[in-house]
């Protein structure tokens, strides 16, 4: 089974065992792997966050 989550794909490997989270498109390119389905959507918020907060000051560098 698979779980869209924020643009991520959290694929359940082995049910409540081991779930493996995959990038955003295109590419789709494993990223980590959680135990359960909460831990993997707290890596994604987390990451997500990261990634966000360093477009956003990239962007802001670039103008300045």
Do not use: K
């Amino acid at each position: 089974m698979n779980l869209f989550y924020r643009g991520y794909v959290i694929h359940q490997d082995i049910p409540s065992i081991c779930y493996t989270i995959f990038s955003c498109r295109p590419e789709r390119v494993e990223l980590a792997a959680c135990g359960t389905s909460r831990e993997a959507m707290r890596w994604v918020d987390l990451h997500a966050m990261r990634w966000e907060h360093s477009q956003v000051c990239e962007s802001e560098l670039a103008v300045i």
